[in-house]
């Protein structure tokens, strides 16, 4: 089992939809999650952190954490055509790992016009 | 301010070689971490300095990878020799302190 699991995609929607991502993570002892976007060729690039269970909404985005299912979501609404790119789900164990991030693989998320 | 930056922005080399990857994390920013995505794969954590000291170095691969950053600067990411199976993405991060780490634009290794 992997540790942190996406749906590769890709997912493709059409522009002013709303499109969600997925993420589980296997470590219970997760502390911090984050959502970063990643243009083809370019760096990874932050989009959102969420450290607790609920709703975190920033502009067009929203992430949703659930501890208890191990399970952390990205909604984008009113999706552009900018916003295709390939999503990255990232967990932090905290602790002494308190640095390292554990990446999915990511999903590639294609919004057409 | 400047971000992170990573040089060479491509290296390609024959099997048996040694490479050289650097990287100047933003300035000030006492947490530096190496991390490597091989084709297909996700992103993985190689290391994590807190300025000179090796934090946590538990997804270094083998002793064919050696990171150094003296004096807390920049780092290098040696490998030494080099290996098909390292061909990847070699990505470099930074941050003050349980904040966002800012990512450098990688440096795409193809060893032949």
């Known amino acids: 089992q992997k540790e942190v699991e996406q749906n590769s995609g890709p997912l493709s929607v059409p522009e002013g939809a709303i499109a969600s991502l997925n993420c589980t993570y296997s470590?219970?002892?997760?502390?911090?999650f984050f959502w970063y976007r990643q243009y083809s060729g370019k760096s990874p690039e932050l989009i959102m952190f969420?450290?607790?269970?609920g709703d975190k909404e920033d502009g067009r985005f929203t992430a949703q954490l659930n501890k208890a299912s191990q399970y952390v979501s990205l909604l984008i609404r009113d999706s552009q055509p900018s916003d295709s790119a390939t999503y990255l789900c990232?967990?932090?164990?905290?602790?002494?790992?308190?640095?390292?991030?554990?990446f999915g693989q990511g999903t590639i998320l294609t919004v057409h016009p | 301010e400047a971000g992170v930056t990573q040089f060479p922005s491509h290296s390609v080399i024959e099997k048996g070689q040694t490479v050289t990857l650097r990287c100047d994390p933003i300035?000030?920013?006492?947490?530096l971490y190496w991390y490597r995505r091989v084709m297909g794969k996700e992103i993985k954590f190689l290391l994590h300095?807190?300025?000179?000291?090796?934090?946590?170095e538990s997804g270094m691969p083998n002793n064919r990878f050696l990171a150094e950053r003296t004096g807390g600067t920049y780092s290098t990411l040696k490998v030494q020799p080099a290996e098909l199976e390292d061909s990847g993405v070699y990505f470099c991060?930074?941050?003050?302190?349980?904040?966002?780490?800012?990512f450098g634009p990688g440096t795409r290794l193809l060893v032949l």
């Open positions: 991060a930074s941050n003050r302190g349980g904040e966002t780490q800012y």
């Open positions: 300035s000030g920013h006492d947490n």
């Open positions: 470590d219970r002892g997760s502390q911090s």
């Open positions: 300095f807190v300025k000179e000291s090796k934090q946590d």
């Open positions: 990232a967990v932090s164990a905290g602790g002494t790992s308190y640095g390292k991030l554990t």
């Open positions: 969420i450290y607790s269970n």
